[in-house]
């Protein structure tokens, strides 16, 4: 295997540092020295900071930039991002997301020999223009060499959609890099039990499902503690359901946090809350048992394949913000079955979701596809 084949990484990002972004800067840093050399292009709108996710990379010392550009499909911006691709003899495109998508099928129209690879981490579909970009995508991904699905509930949609060349390879973390956190016991006593949103403020990570969840809590439990932290479009909306509420008084918006300010904050945390609506694999949710956070959340697409109901976490079915409120006041009135959950969502991240074993399977797929690529074989055989 040749040791100067490039892998190029392709993100449409806003510098919220959402789950994809985290994938990749907890990916890229595991992939075998020497086997391949990676670089990170990130598509940003004009004046979006993204610092937080180019100077991780680049004090690794990867080569990552940032490429601007104003709407879905810019023509500036995708000659910049063709331009890096012919001056650096890139291979294999890998793009994580539909716009990333949308500029790798057209960059192989003039550039054939290019290999594409997406990972796919789910499908919007609440607005209109969700429906009519994840459409599109679905047609572009049967073009690819080969599509990573972050769940196998993800990884059935695609198939379904005539998508045939899918792989399933979990989020993974690094469960050194996220250690156990104390128990309560071990926290001052008058510390408030505190719920948390961590991850993008959008529609279809359920905000403002949160902000009920929350109310129909407080009514029980009126001295719990609301903290949210992300950034995103619906973060205004949210903030007025939280006044129209009247819980600003228990609510605290932090905004985005880089890694290694949530590895402080989660042992502050009791429960973290995902009331999404659909979702890829969350890397919040990981992040949280890795570090010993209950996790009380909607069973939505890839969700259930980390939490065992009773188990490891706490489950409610999809939309049931009454179940999902019960759920937290059980967490908070049953210390023993807190710390149950706590002991069991570490050991399954251990076990099932380490990054270790994740990014094995993703060199898998690159030696896989660049020995087919040699050998003039589209269909070598995928990882299991």
Known sequence: MKTDTIIVHLRCASGGGGGADRVILNTIP????????HAVLYLVKPGSDVSGLVNPLSQRGLLCRAMPGRSVFDFRQFLEVRRFVIEHKVRVLHCHDAKADLYGFLLRLTLPSLILISTLHGWTEKTRRGRIYSRLDKTILRRFNVV??????????????????VVVVHNGIDPDEWP???????????????????????????????????????LQQPDSRFV???????????????????LNRIFEFRGYQSPEALKLAYPAMDVIVLPSRCEGLPMSILEACSMGVC??????????????????????????????????????????LAARLRRAARTTVETRFSVQVQVRKLEEVYVGMMKADQRKDPDFTLPS
Request: glycine residues 12%; proline residues 4%; negative net charge.
């Open 30 to 37: 595991w992939l075998q020295a020497g086997l391949f050399s």
């Open 148 to 165: 990573i699905a972050v769940s196998e509930h993800t990884a059935r949609i695609a198939r379904a959609h005539g998508i045939r060349r």
């Open 180 to 218: 156990l956190a104390g128990s309560r016991e071990s926290r001052n006593k008058d510390d408030p039990f505190t719920i948390a949103f961590v991850g993008r403020i959008s529609a279809e990570k359920g905000p403002l499902e949160f902000v009920e969840t929350a109310r129909a809590v407080a």
């Open 228 to 246: 949210v932290v992300g950034e995103g479009p619906d973060l205004p909306a949210m903030k007025e359901a939280v006044t129209s509420a009247g």
């Open 295 to 336: 996790v009380a959340a909607f069973s939505v697409g890839g969700v259930p394949e980390i939490i065992t109901h009773g188990q490891d976490g706490l489950l409610a079915k999809s939309g049931n913000i009454g179940d999902l409120a019960s759920l937290i006041v059980t967490l908070r009135q049953d210390e023993s």
